[in-house]
């Protein structure tokens, strides 16, 4: 189960990575086609203005992050989850060789 765990999350992030990949790909196209270079930021998760919450600290960081290229954010995401997924299989590969070594 672990294993099936493991595989589905390394697939899954391998799949959010090429969509990141290919998001930065068209917005160079773009780029290219119109000759002005505007990147959607992060900020756009939000509907593209300031983000105003009550929480200050939560303001700040968006603040600081919101002109960061959304393709950037989601292959690094999909890379998150593709580590994650890698953790999950070697976990399952000790749990297997413990269970196996005590026969």
């Known amino acids: ?13 391998g799949l959010i990575v090429a969509s990141g990949v290919l998001f930065v790909f068209g ?3 773009v780029w290219l086609k119109e000759g002005t270079a505007s ?33 950037g954010v989601i292959a690094f ?10 953790g999950c299989l070697e976990w399952a590969e000790k749990s297997e060789a413990k269970r196996y070594s005590r026969y």
């Open 77 to 86: 995401g999909g890379l998150a989850v593709v580590w994650l997924g890698i």
């Open 1 to 13: 189960m672990r294993k099936r765990v493991g595989w589905v999350l390394v697939v899954v992030g």
């Open 39 to 71: 990147p959607l930021g992060i900020n756009q998760f939000w509907g593209g203005g300031d983000l105003q919450t009550e929480w200050v600290g939560l303001n700040k960081l968006a603040d600081k992050f919101r002109d960061i290229p959304m393709g």
């Open 27 to 29: 917005s160079i196209l």
